[in-house]
């Protein structure tokens, strides 16, 4: 797994215990986790790496869903 991914999943606490909520609370952390840092940085040219991340990661994730939810449990 990504180290990113893996980083995001150890900080990330839920308050449910279904599988499918925690998916989709995790996606939304990852979403706002890394929409904050994008809001922070004041070049044009970072902002636009830190999107392509963003999007790369949430691919990986959508597309790795079963991994990441056994990660989650």
């Known amino acids: 797994m990504n180290s990113q991914i893996s980083q995001l999943v150890q900080?990330?606490?839920?308050?449910?215990?279904?599988?499918k909520?925690?998916?989709?609370q995790f996606l939304i952390y990852v979403f706002f986790t890394f929409d904050k840092r994008i809001?922070?940085?004041?070049?044009?040219?970072?902002k636009d790496k830190y999107k392509k991340i963003k999007n790369n990661v949430l691919q990986y994730i959508a597309?790795?869903?079963?991994?990441i939810i056994t990660q989650l449990r």
């Open 11 to 19: 900080s990330f606490e839920s308050d449910t215990r279904n599988p």
């Open 21 to 24: 909520d925690k998916f989709n």
């Open 39 to 46: 809001r922070n940085i004041k070049t044009d040219k970072s």
């Open 63 to 67: 597309t790795h869903k079963r991994e």
